[in-house]
């Protein structure tokens, strides 16, 4: 089976810092990929890329077969097919639940009002919003907000879904929902890329776990391999920051009286 | 003399109303160009071609630095002497305050779009808008509420910057009122009325505009 994205040897420059060095990486249709790595590795990027929002540099990125890198790719094309969630959800303040849902299934794919609609009904019912159908954002709580964001990608019929840090702006409270929508996709077999800081999450999810630094993929792994026995010392360093806080002894100290 | 004056404005009524119309004629227009160039104006420069923003920043440059009067004077006795062009002098007023006018309605614009979030433009792109559906349905509507007050100010002085229209000739409310005067020497009076149309024109609308920058301060 050929992948369905598929990167070789690519490379990425912000002016004369090369934030992407030589990577490769191939995912295939049904795979869920979760990217890890410290802050400003280029796991964002890297998802940016895919969608077009970062022109690369140099090597080679193909989706569907098709190389992204060559200068008559159809973006607009590209996009509605790999649908993108953001950190901070990014929703139109201006339109209503179902306006955010709808514009790009009406005016982009030029789709039948009833079918969207119903489409939109759905997805909506199946993140448990249905009610919130005419709210407008700012009455939606964060989690609420992303679990909306997540349908208006998702109402466009994508073949992938990337998840770019979808949790880090949220309360802990709000970051079960979100996960537990991401969570349902990837039972359903829908491709996706998922960058997180959600260690717990990664593992349960995961069909693979790709360690990136300092623009580079340092490793390759399933879950589980990756979680109990990282093959280097880096990966390793980035574990025991994760599990630092959950294994710290607990404060003993008597109350004085007052 | 109280009522000899109160009649002097009853039957000077009709000029005044043909010189009003001129100047309302030459500000309505005006701002409706200079809308129509401002968004313009303020989606080339969002767009962030460097040729395009390199032109427009001198077209801005040459409005804010050159005196509206300046450029009356050049466009309508310039224009005939360099390049035998002549327009009539009402459509040079209208063509001078639309430029100006497009320039401030235009920086205004691309300050509002200059300021929605990065994000909105993302998110926008990644359902596969093309770039005026990303203007048209997300960036525009969001902006307008930023640039409305600023604009309607910059609406309020069109209308009293139309008065230096008298200077190349136009007969406008000012230049009526001045005829009057010549024959009558009735100054006060007469640029009382003046001070009262351009109070009344303009007032509501800078008004308005407080009314709005509250109001869609607090949503």
Redesign the interface.
């Known amino acids: 089976m050929s992948a369905l994205i598929e990167f070789q040897g690519f490379n990425k420059f912000f002016g004369e810092a090369q934030v992407l060095k030589g990577i490769d990486l191939s995912v295939q249709s049904g795979e869920v990929v979760v990217i890890l790595g410290p802050s400003g590795c280029g796991k964002s990027t890297l998802l940016r890329c895919l969608n077009g929002l970062e022109a690369a540099h140099s090597g080679s990125l193909r989706f569907a077969g098709n190389e992204l890198l060559d200068k008559r790719t159809d973006w607009r094309q590209v996009r509605q097919d790999i649908g993108m969630v953001f950190q901070s959800y990014h929703l139109f303040p201006h339109m209503s639940v179902l306006d955010n849902i709808l514009l790009g299934p009406l005016k982009v794919q030029k789709r039948d009002t009833r079918e969207a609609r119903e489409q939109a009904q759905k997805l909506l019912e199946r993140v448990g919003l249905a009610d919130k159908r005419d709210a407008f954002p700012r009455q939606l709580s964060g989690g609420q907000q992303q679990r909306i964001a997540i349908v208006r990608s998702l109402c466009m019929n994508p073949q992938v879904m990337l998840f770019d840090e979808v949790t880090a702006a949220l309360d802990p409270e709000m970051v079960k929902e979100v996960l537990e929508v991401i969570q349902g996709l990837a039972r359903d077999g829908m491709t996706l890329l998922i960058v997180t800081h959600e260690m717990a999450f990664a593992r349960a999810v995961a069909d693979r776990v790709v360690f990136m630094e300092a623009g580079r993929i340092l490793e390759h792994n399933t879950p589980e391999a990756f979680f109990t026995n990282p093959q280097t010392a880096r990966a390793q360093q980035f574990l025991e920051k994760f599990s630092f806080v959950s294994t710290l002894p607990k404060k003993i100290k008597e109350l004085e009286p007052i | 003399m109280a009522s000899s004056g109160l009649e002097l404005l009853w039957v000077s009524l009709p000029q005044l109303g043909k010189g009003a119309a001129q100047t309302l004629l030459i500000s309505l227009l005006s701002i409706a160009f200079s809308t129509l160039g401002g968004v313009l104006y303020g989606v080339l420069r969002t767009l962030g071609n460097r040729l395009v923003n390199v032109v427009l920043r001198v077209y801005l440059e040459l409005f804010r630095a050159i005196p509206v009067l300046v450029w009356l004077y050049l466009l309508f006795f310039g224009l005939p002497i360099f390049f035998g062009l002549s327009i009539p002098s009402f459509w040079c007023a209208v063509l001078v305050l639309s430029l100006w006018g497009a320039s401030e309605v235009g920086e205004v614009v691309r300050g509002a779009l200059y300021s929605l ?1 990065r ?2 433009r ?9 770039g005026p ?1 990303l203007y048209g ?2 960036l525009l ?2 902006a307008l509420k930023r640039m409305t007050p600023p604009t309607i100010n910059v609406y309020t002085r069109i209308i009293k910057t139309s008065s230096l229209a008298v200077l190349i000739g136009v007969v406008d409310v000012i230049k009526v009122g001045q005829q009057i005067i010549e024959r009558t020497y009735e100054s006060v009076l007469i640029y009382g009325a003046l001070f009262l149309f351009f109070f009344f024109i303009c007032y509501p609308l800078s008004a308005a505009s407080k009314v709005l920058e509250r109001r869609w301060a607090q949503a």
């Open positions: 979030p994000g909105q993302e998110a926008g792109l990644s359902i596969g808008l093309s559906q349905y997300v509507p969001q």
